[in-house]
T-cell receptor
Framework: GEDVEQSLFLSVREGDSSVINCTYT??????LYWYKQEPGAGLQLLTY?????DMKQDQRLTVLLNKKDKHLSLRIADTQTGDSAIYFC??????????FGGGTRLMVKP | EAQVTQNPRYLITVTGKKLTVTCSQN?????MSWYRQDPGLGLRQIYY???????DKGDVPEGYKVSRKEKRNFPLILESPSPNQTSLYFC???????????FGSGTRLTVV
């Protein structure tokens, strides 16, 4: 089956940029997503990118997609303490199955 | 308000006692899905449904059943729960022609 991999943990200082990376194996991806999960809460869709796009910017969020290397990244500019959460990348393939990475816990230090 | 509603939010049960977690959406979405979330493993898909009376296995279907008799409801059934099914469960839905998945708030299940 498909595999989606993320690093487990990232720590940054408030005001710095955060970059969370994700790799996937499926060649039939249609959309790729970034979700945020705060403690005790469900999943909040942050942003998504079509598989035929290279980049998408949405306020403080920038998504980069390297389809050749099957690498997706999420950059959060001017990271705030409220950005502390677990971030999941997810891949929607042509068969409409959504596969999640294991999640990256972002810790923002004041 | 457009939403996916799961019940219950928390459940503690004993091994072997059948249980059902309900999921309902009010957005007329065709696609519904169940996931389980375990530490370090992210979310893994249990079952999904593309429309009424159409269900398919996800990555980890063993020990679970689902049904889709109506478009809005997609219950998850554990006929004989075991401790390894202790997890956080999420239901999600979307329109087939749309990118956006809407997730429920989650059901934390503990099987003792």
């Amino acid at each position: 089956g498909e595999d989606v991999e993320q690093s487990l943990f990232l720590s940054v200082r408030e005001g710095d940029s955060s970059v969370i990376n994700c790799t996937y194996t499926d060649s039939s991806s249609t959309y790729l997503y970034w979700y945020k999960q705060e403690p005790g809460a469900g999943l909040q869709l942050l942003t998504y990118i079509f598989s035929n796009m290279d980049m998408k910017q949405d306020q403080r969020l920038t998504v980069l997609l390297n389809k050749k290397d099957k690498h997706l990244s999420l950059r959060i500019a001017d990271t705030q303490t409220g950005d502390s959460a677990i971030y999941f990348c997810a891949d929607n393939n042509a068969g409409n199955m959504l596969t999640f990475g294991g999640g990256t816990r972002l810790m923002v230090k004041p | 308000e457009a939403q996916v509603t799961q019940n219950p939010r928390y459940l503690i049960t004993v091994t072997g006692k059948k249980l059902t977690v309900t999921c309902s959406q009010n957005m007329n979405h065709e696609y519904m899905s169940w996931y389980r979330q375990d530490p370090g493993l992210g979310l893994r898909q249990i079952y999904y449904s593309m429309n009424v009376e159409v269900t398919d296995k996800g990555d980890v279907p063993e020990g679970y059943k689902v049904s889709r008799k109506e478009k809005r409801n997609f219950p998850l059934i554990l006929e004989s729960p075991s401790p390894n099914q202790t997890s956080l469960y999420f239901c999600a839905s979307r329109r087939l022609a749309n990118y956006g998945y809407t997730f429920g708030s989650g059901t934390r299940l503990t099987v003792v």
